[in-house]
């Protein structure tokens, strides 16, 4: 594995965070193509609580972005995983999972009570996350509807991700 370095993402890194997000999703048949518009939208509404940036040879080839959750239950804080990002061209070196792995130990550190996002179960399965279609937001797929828990309280009702997932500011 090559050396890279994961940190905060700079204001000078935008540009690029779209770019890589619009170049890593175009041949994915389960994207809508607006990943990269999310991004945006919740940078907008100020719900990028954590934006991390994976840097390869000064080089940002990277990115995860984690935002507010809403439980139906009320408890908080929840937050929600993606998108992440990486560079088609350097897919397949564990730098994913490298940058889950650490926005994950992050949002833990910062007293998250977990994590929720959509995705594959055989991927995010390996960080702890489990099915959890119960929780699944309204007209969302259940079967790809996961939940990580920090804490031994079991989440009750549907989770909600931000407005900047749906197109709102």
Request: net charge negative.
């Amino acid at each position: 594995m090559t050396h890279f370095d994961i940190r905060p993402e700079r204001p000078s890194d935008q540009a690029t965070i779209r770019s890589l997000t619009e170049i890593a999703f175009s041949d994915m048949e389960y994207s809508d193509g607006d990943e990269q518009d999310v991004i945006d939208r919740l940078r907008a509404a100020d719900a990028l609580t954590l934006s991390l940036v994976l840097v390869e040879s000064d080089k940002v080839v990277g990115h995860i972005a984690f935002s507010p959750a809403a439980a139906g239950d009320g408890s908080e804080p929840w937050f929600a995983l993606g998108p992440v990002s990486v560079l088609p061209t350097h897919q397949r070196r564990g730098l994913g999972l490298a940058l889950i792995e650490r926005g994950l130990s992050e949002i833990k550190a910062a007293g998250a009570l977990g994590c929720i996002l959509l995705g594959n179960p055989e991927l995010y399965g390996r960080f702890g996350f489990e099915v959890a279609g119960k929780n699944a937001p309204e007209g969302m797929p259940e079967e790809f509807f996961q939940v990580k828990r920090w804490r031994d309280a079991e989440p009750v009702g549907r989770f909600e991700f931000h407005g900047g997932f749906a197109g709102e500011g």
